[in-house]
């Protein structure tokens, strides 16, 4: 007897479009260029979807398509919990940046921005640069996050530092009684763009910050300018004793492995997708006693900045009030989490989407 493997039916782009709840996918290709990109238009519902686009050699085009799904997604959620009145989207670009990118294919992605009228605004995102926020902007107006010199609001990272920041304030009231971070022991774990803006805030209030980074001249930048820095081996952060740790390099340090060996009352960084698995490893910290001040709620000072750049006037101190909110918003989730005995990552999804129900309805009159 012949024995046939069982057919599995593979998902649907539609499948998955639903699965997530995305109203748009937007596929476009140009010969001539090399372009191929995927533009995911997540929820329009509180105004067009912004997000940066991203240049990634992807394995595969089906892994392109799920980055954008689950970025576009992760941007609705973003900037609903910050109170911006606009929705999700992000954009990747398929390719290896140092191989095909050039002014004809930027300008040709630009084109193709330019033809949903706005209802997707783009920014830079990993493998995209000020060169190529202009190139864009050339053959369209849909583009935030633009140089100073163009107008635009520059480098989003001083103002995603100074959410985190906030947030991290946030974090210690509701663990300590107290914001202050004032002789607390907290670990920075990659010193990049983000991570050294937020040493700047640490060190002023004469918290005891310690960083760690895998590049040398990194480190050496931060403790050139802070001698009180102390330094860590970046593979002995989990087995540090700290009490607030905050993660400013890559995704997904909050996993199986880690969380048992995490020893700090409060977790805050700007490193998008902290949560190896968002579900389980926010219910985790939150039986292992710790508090977690939500990624994407945190680091929204980044968005904030292009948001008001949107809008027209780009006025810092608009943006840095707005950023400053973050502080509040993050004791709303921290409360709600705690009154309704779920992990802040779901309790800060179940505030952004009731202010996108909420505002839906005021928006439709309904
Ligand atoms: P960056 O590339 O400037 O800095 C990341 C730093 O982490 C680098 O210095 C890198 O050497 C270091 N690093 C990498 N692997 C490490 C490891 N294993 N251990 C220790 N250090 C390591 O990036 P950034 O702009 O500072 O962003 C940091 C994080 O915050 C990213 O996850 C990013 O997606 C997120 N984020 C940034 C912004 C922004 O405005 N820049 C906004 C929202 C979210």
Not at 79 to 107: F, H, P, T, W, Y
Not at 206 to 215: E, L, M, R, T
Request: glycine fraction near 10%; aromatic fraction near 8%.
């Amino acid at each position: 007897m012949i024995e046939t493997q069982p057919q599995v039916k593979s998902e649907s782009i539609f499948d998955k479009m639903s699965n997530l709840e995305h109203e748009q996918l937007v596929f476009c290709r140009d010969e001539a260029t090399g372009l191929k990109a995927i533009v995911g238009i997540h929820n329009t519902v509180l105004g067009p979807s912004m997000g940066g686009t991203r240049m990634w050699n992807y394995a595969s085009d089906e892994e392109a398509i799920e980055d954008v799904l689950r970025l576009s997604r992760g941007m609705t959620f973003k900037s609903a919990l910050a109170g911006l009145n606009i929705g999700g989207g992000k954009a990747v670009i398929i390719g290896d940046a140092r191989k095909i990118k050039s002014e004809a294919l930027m300008r040709r992605f630009g084109k193709f921005i330019n033809s949903l009228n706005g209802k997707y605004y783009t920014a830079e995102d990993m493998n995209i640069t000020m060169r190529d926020i202009e190139y864009m902007s050339m053959e369209t107006p849909y583009v935030v996050g633009k140089p100073q010199y163009m107008g635009g609001s520059g480098d989003p990272s001083p103002m995603t530092a100074y959410g985190v920041y906030m947030g991290m304030k946030a974090g210690a009231k509701k663990a300590y009684g107290s914001d202050s971070l004032e002789g607390k022991n907290i670990l920075v774990q990659g010193a990049g763009q983000v991570g050294k803006y937020l040493v700047d805030h640490l060190t002023k209030e004469n918290a005891s910050v310690f960083v760690a980074d895998i590049f040398e001249d990194k480190i050496k930048a931060i403790t050139d300018k802070h001698g009180e820095v102390s330094v860590v081996d970046p593979n002995s952060v989990f087995q540090m004793e700290m009490d607030i740790y905050a993660p400013c390099a890559m995704g997904a340090t909050l996993n199986d492995q880690s969380i048992p060996e995490l020893k700090c009352d409060v977790v805050a960084g700007a490193a998008n997708n902290q949560l190896a698995s968002e579900e389980k490893h926010s219910a985790m910290l939150s039986d292992h006693g710790i508090i977690y001040c939500p990624d994407f709620l945190i680091n929204s000072g980044g968005i904030a900045n292009v948001y008001h750049e949107y809008l027209g006037n780009y006025n810092k101190d608009r943006v840095v009030a707005s950023t400053e909110h973050i502080y509040e918003v993050c004791m709303n989730v921290l409360n709600h989490s705690e009154e309704n005995k779920i992990g802040s990552h779901e309790a800060a999804l179940e505030l952004a989407l009731q202010r996108i129900d909420q505002v839906g309805k005021v928006k439709l009159g309904v």
